[in-house]
């Protein structure tokens, strides 16, 4: 029978999702591993904010691991939800199984939030799950390798001279080596703020915004680039007022001067200014992304690639930003394993612009989290070429950032 009357025939005699199960079962290109899924876990990690880890089991002792962030806090309940769909199902077909579990939740919040927050852990898990099986790298599963090493900047959750320790810090930024680095300058208990509610950013706050963003500058030599962010907290008269008056100090970004959730307001602070724009964290999929691209209101995109819907789901969204020549800084706030898990998407796009990473206050807890060690040399990560992620938990250290009262990867 011809294979396209076939796959009809198939398609009749099945239904739908008959089909789907057929391929799942019989298919076997030459040599692909046979793998069944057997259980799906996870744990809770506090330490830049909550983690969610997620572990895939299978039947041949393969084990994935992944991690998601920031609405990750309903993401254990919801990773028990998503087993019944994972059960007896082979890993390899990540896509697949991400798309029904995301169109399985669309009346149950899959558009954004901790529904997609979870599939992202989930998903990293899946591929690092995917590496381990067919003994390659995920970055050659998401197309092959643009560079070998991805280059990061450091939050330095530093921001006035005045402050306690803060030269010291900054000292200590300098001598790990990184190229960029970036500044919060919103403040919601600015003693000059006249209203706390009200999002009108007075002058006596911009000048302690912009005093920040001189401490930095000078701090630095001119090669170090100097991201400052807004946190989403401002008014859109207040955000073009301080996106206008940092224009001499030539940012990498100031990200989110106004919140995430009107775009046309995002848009009208990039037309207002030569300082590059750059927003996405609190964005959610594709859909999320769409509407900034299209709408130009962004000079750079920012996917939290642990929150956003997965490794995959980042590429793709970064192959869109790349079509309006848009670069890609992805937000990272995660362990070793989520960090390292952004690596190889970000060594996979070609618009790849910088990495964050956000634990200098925890430096302890980050040098210790993956049996590999430091992963960050010079402000730079190597992308492993083992299998998988390329990194494990070292589950003694971990622990010690375990969310008390909740479960360590319980069956
Ligand atoms: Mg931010």
Same mark, same amino acid.
């Given at each position: ?75 254990? %309940? ?178 989110? %001067? ?44 920012? %996917? ?25 800084? %992805? ?81």
């Amino acid at each position: 029978m011809p294979r396209a009357s076939r796959r009809s025939f198939l398609g009749a005699a099945l239904g739908l999702p008959g089909l789907a199960a057929a391929i799942q079962t019989q298919t076997s290109p030459y040599r692909r591993p046979k793998l069944k899924i057997t259980d799906v876990r996870t744990a809770m990690i506090r330490a830049h904010g909550l983690q969610l880890h997620v572990r895939v089991y299978t039947d041949q002792g393969l084990v994935g691991h992944g991690e998601a962030t920031d609405a990750a806090a309903g993401g254990a %309940p919801l990773v028990t939800g998503f087993r019944r769909g994972l059960i007896g199902q082979d890993p390899l077909n990540v896509d697949l199984l991400w798309e029904r579990l995301r169109t399985m939740g669309i009346f149950a919040g899959a558009q954004a939030g901790q529904y997609v927050a979870a599939l992202s852990g989930l998903e990293i898990a899946l591929w690092d799950l995917a590496g381990k099986a067919v003994g390659l790298p995920v970055y050659q599963l998401l197309g092959g390798k643009m560079r070998d090493r991805i280059r990061m900047y450091c939050d330095s959750q530093t921001n006035l001279p005045e402050n306690p320790g803060a030269k010291e810090k900054l000292q200590q930024i300098k001598d790990l080596g990184f190229t960029a680095i970036k500044t919060d300058i919103d403040d919601a208990r600015d003693p000059m703020r006249w209203d706390p509610v009200n999002w009108t950013a007075s002058n006596a706050e911009i000048d302690t915004m912009l005093r920040k963003v001189t401490f930095l500058r000078e701090s630095f030599d001119k090669r170090v680039d100097v991201a400052v962010d807004m946190h989403g907290r401002y008014d859109l008269g207040s955000a073009k007022r301080v996106a206008a008056a940092l224009e001499p100090f030539r940012l990498l970004f100031l990200e989110e %001067p106004v919140p995430p959730e009107n775009i046309d307001a995002m848009r009208d602070v990039r037309e207002s200014t030569k300082t590059p724009i750059c927003c996405g964290e609190n964005l959610f999929l594709r859909h999320g992304f769409r509407e900034v691209l299209e709408k130009r209101a962004a000079d750079i995109i920012m %996917p939290d690639i642990q929150k956003c819907g997965g490794l995959l789901e980042s590429r793709k969204i970064a192959d869109m930003a790349h079509t309006y020549y848009v670069p890609v800084a %992805p937000h990272c706030v995660v362990s070793p394993i989520g960090t390292m898990a952004s690596c190889h998407v970000c060594a996979a796009i070609p618009n790849f612009l910088v990495l964050e990473w956000h634990w200098i206050q925890r430096l302890e807890v980050w040098r210790n989290f993956v049996t590999e060690g430091e992963i960050i040399e010079k402000g730079f990560i190597a992308v492993p070429d083992r299998p998988g992620l390329g990194v494990e938990m070292n589950e003694e250290a971990a622990r010690k950032a375990q969310v008390p009262g909740t479960s360590w990867f319980a069956a």
